[in-house]
């Protein structure tokens, strides 16, 4: 016996009161838009369902979309979730004290529903000791209405060692999308440009007797899927529909419905031709940035700066097959997108499912990762989840700079209207930022300097002017780039004095050239810094 195939706004009135909602997607990809909507369409009609627990593991908008359907004060009264960054609604409510929010890092919330599935009281993890995740400081609560509820998260010892304990939660509704379903229910997911989490969120669903939803492009008869493509079996889905329009409302990424380029295997054009921004800050700290790749790393790229740039570099330069580069979703190789289609790739060479992903990340780790900073402070610790009243949440940046063997954080020296001019091997600030980014304490820790230099880690900031590495005691100036003066352009815009050597070396000058940085040759060569160094 299959599903009921229903509407959505049927699906939206069986959701109760105080129900747990779980919700599957990254960005746009994945988001069951037919369903959320006819959620939000009924509580602003009826005002049911109401007090909901909205659970999602990556970050689910393009600023408009996706969970910003759900963000209606009354509708939710909790969300854990891990991101919050292009979803501006939540991060107001949150901000205002009008929601009660958790942030999980994000490979930890996939994990924790592999826990919930399998029967477990909860997830066992050591990623976020020492951060803002830890009951210690913060216990993931993000505003001052959370902080008078329970912890959700708990330190234990296992044989001598400190461990972070997330309870299992109910779930009592999960939302999932699939390209096409048989009349059984069997889903797949061969149009989606992610595999995200679908089995570990149906399952933990099932663990707790909860109500399977699914949205599909499409209903086959039954025996026509080959089984080795159904990514949800039929028997753990109670309810179909179908998006009535899928080209408004089941894109397969926020801004492109459909593109076999993202999913499909095929011809694979030269992936040369990636387009490269204007010689600007952003530009000049992606190329140094580049510079401490080796010849057979795999790479993580996170959002912003290092997705944008680093990986349209790799590809002009010719080395996109000596290094692999990765994104958090689980895609490996072809040309990432950013923004709000962040997560996707064209022609990549394997889509793997989030999850497992985050099972590398957290295990062996990625040879070089590439994230953002917000702020930066004398104890080494990094900022990159709460800034002021904008909270963001820590995407997957915890699960991955957590276990990285080389984590490279690329942002401005400062921030709030900074222009330089960048040219002939050079760099000159024009305009100072207004806002200092290298601060006394870090208004939130998302990377914890001690911890890390204790697991061996090597962790570098690189912004447009400098290069710092992260030493015993705090950050040490190592490189300067040409034009720059320490006591004029860098030392004034710290609260603290870094360790510095006489004198730092100079980035090399072909970094603030509009010309190629033979990176290909480097990596043949073995020229990529030392990482010992």
């Not at 290069?467 to 352009?489: Q, R």
């Amino acid at each position: 016996m299959g599903p009921e195939v229903v509407s959505a706004d049927a699906m939206a009135a069986r959701i109760e009161d105080g129900s747990h909602l779980l919700t599957v997607g990254m960005t746009l990809s994945g988001a069951s838009e037919t369903i959320l909507k006819a959620i939000e369409a009924r509580f602003l009609s009826e005002g049911h369902p109401q007090n909901l627990t909205l659970i999602h593991s990556a970050g689910q908008s393009n600023r408009r979309d996706g969970i910003q359907h759900l963000a209606h004060e009354g509708l939710v009264r909790r969300i854990i979730g891990s991101h919050w960054g292009l979803a501006p609604r939540w991060m107001d409510l949150i901000s205002h004290d009008r929601v009660i929010a958790y942030c999980l890092p994000q490979g930890q919330m996939t994990h924790w529903y592999r826990s919930m599935a399998g029967g477990m009281p909860g997830h066992l993890t050591q990623i976020g000791l020492g951060t803002f995740i830890d009951p210690r400081q913060e216990g993931g609560k993000m505003n001052a209405r959370t902080a008078a509820e329970p912890d959700l998260i708990h330190v234990v010892e296992v044989r001598g060692e400190e461990y972070l304990f997330i309870e299992a939660v109910p779930i009592h509704v999960v939302v999932i999308r699939g390209t096409t379903a048989d009349t059984a229910g069997n889903l797949t997911a061969d149009e989606e440009a992610m595999k995200l989490e679908l089995l570990p969120a149906v399952f933990a669903a099932r663990r707790f007797d909860g109500t399977v939803l699914a949205q599909v492009r499409q209903l086959v008869p039954r025996g026509s899927l080959n089984p080795r493509r159904v990514e949800v079996p039929g028997a753990h889905i109670h309810y179909l529909t179908v998006a009535a329009r899928p080209h408004e409302d089941h894109r397969q990424t926020a801004s492109v419905a459909f593109d076999p380029r993202f999913s499909s295997h095929g011809f694979r054009p030269s992936l040369l031709e990636a387009e490269l921004g204007p010689l600007d800050e952003r530009r000049v700290i992606g190329r140094r940035a580049v510079l401490e790749l080796h010849a057979g790393d795999i790479v993580n790229m996170g959002t912003g700066i290092p997705n944008d740039v680093i990986g349209p570099e790799v590809l002009n330069e010719g080395a996109g097959d000596l290094v692999t580069l990765t994104v958090e979703s689980g895609v490996y190789g072809g040309r990432a997108w950013g923004g709000i289609d962040f997560g996707i790739a064209e022609y990549p060479d394997a889509l793997i499912e989030h999850p497992y992903q985050f099972d590398f990340y957290n295990g062996h780790g990625v040879d070089v990762t590439y994230m953002g900073f917000g702020e930066a402070d004398a104890d080494g610790n990094v900022n990159a989840t709460k800034l002021g009243e904008r909270a963001t949440g820590a995407g997957g940046f915890i699960d991955i700079t957590e276990r990285a063997r080389t984590v490279v954080f690329c942002g401005t020296m400062t921030a709030g209207g900074l222009k330089v001019v960048v040219g002939n091997g050079r760099l000159r600030v024009t305009r100072e930022g207004a806002i200092q980014k290298w601060v006394t304490r870090v208004q939130q820790v998302s990377f914890n300097g001690v911890r890390a230099l204790r697991r061996g880690q090597r962790v570098l900031v690189v912004t447009e002017r400098a290069v710092f590495k992260l030493v015993e005691g705090g950050w040490a100036l190592i490189e300067v780039a040409p034009g720059v003066d320490v006591e004029h352009d860098i030392l004034p815009h710290m609260a603290f004095r870094p360790q510095t050597s006489e004198p730092p070396a100079v980035t090399p000058p072909v970094v603030y050239e509009n010309a190629r940085l033979e990176l290909s040759a480097r990596l043949t060569r073995g020229e990529a810094r030392d990482r010992n160094g």
